[in-house]
């Protein structure tokens, strides 16, 4: 099994990976994420982003898609939400949200972890993006399951040094039950993992895993990189031309919703 596979090598490939404790999640868990998502979602959905369209760029473009970071806890989606801003706010396309400013409920900042969706705006040159961060955390299901239910599409982290966690697993479930189609990978932490062969492992899970949660798993676009480095400002091969690589992926392969289909 590929799992056996990726455990094997895994140890030896790490540069610098903290111990963290990983919270296992039961059979209940997911079922009672089953549980919620049939029924209707009493939150209100977050405004449509074709109405906030404002003062992002010079581009002024037209096509509004909602789109979402998900996946396991620790894995960076938070930090990809920054550097994505970043990045982009460098090209002209919105204005840089640092991780503090998007996780900055008190308790988020002393657990570190995002606990409520959070939600930034910014443009490519081809679209303008509502983005919501997700919580990954298993006990903010569902504050997940409300942030999920607003997308058009999502990019799914992955941490190069874990692979596939229980939220991954969970989160796949839970985007394809609330009718996300399309997702766009992102491999996160690689400037951690000395061993390419321990990358194609990755790879070939999650593309083993988008197929078995009813995804297009041979082609779904999948990108490498550092959210860290981007955000950082070093490490350009691994870090600000990924983000550019990995929002030109969702330009092209994430559905325009049919809102804007006109």
């Not at 969706?117 to 409300?146: Q, S």
């Not at 997702?183 to 790879?203: C, H």
């Not at 009813?214 to 990924?242: Q, T």
Request: some cysteine; charged content about 25%; aromatic content about 6%.
């Amino acid at each position: 099994m590929l799992r056996n596979a990726f455990q094997t090598r895994l140890a030896p490939s790490l540069k610098t990976v903290e111990p963290r404790a990983v919270r296992s999640v039961a059979g209940s868990s997911i079922s009672s994420a089953r549980t919620f998502v049939s029924r209707p979602l009493v939150t209100p959905r977050f405004t449509d982003p074709s109405l906030i369209l404002s003062e992002l760029s010079p581009w002024k473009q037209t096509l509004t898609s909602s789109i979402g970071t998900i996946g396991h806890v620790d894995h960076g989606k938070t930090t990809l939400t920054a550097a994505i801003t970043k990045y982009l706010s460098e090209q002209g396309g919105g204005k840089f949200m640092d991780y503090s400013q998007i996780d900055k409920a008190p308790e988020e900042k002393a657990r570190g972890i995002t606990i409520s969706t959070a939600h930034v705006e910014y443009e490519t040159p081809k679209r303008h993006y509502a983005h919501i961060d997700c919580p990954g955390h298993a006990d903010y299901i569902k504050n997940m399951i409300t942030g999920a239910a607003q997308l058009d599409g999502a990019i799914i982290v992955v941490s190069a040094t874990d692979g596939q966690m229980p939220q991954t697993r969970e989160h796949l479930l839970l985007a394809r039950q609330v009718g996300i189609k399309k997702l766009v990978v992102f491999i996160n932490k690689v400037d951690q993992v000395d061993d390419p062969e321990m990358l194609e492992l990755v790879e070939m899970e999650m593309r083993e895993l988008l197929s078995e949660y009813g995804f297009d798993g041979e082609e779904s676009p999948i990108v490498m990189g550092s959210a860290l480095a981007a955000l950082e400002g070093r490490d350009p091969e691994r870090g600000a031309k990924k983000i550019q690589e990995l929002m030109e992926k969702a330009d092209e392969w994430l559905d325009v919703p049919p809102r804007m289909s006109k």
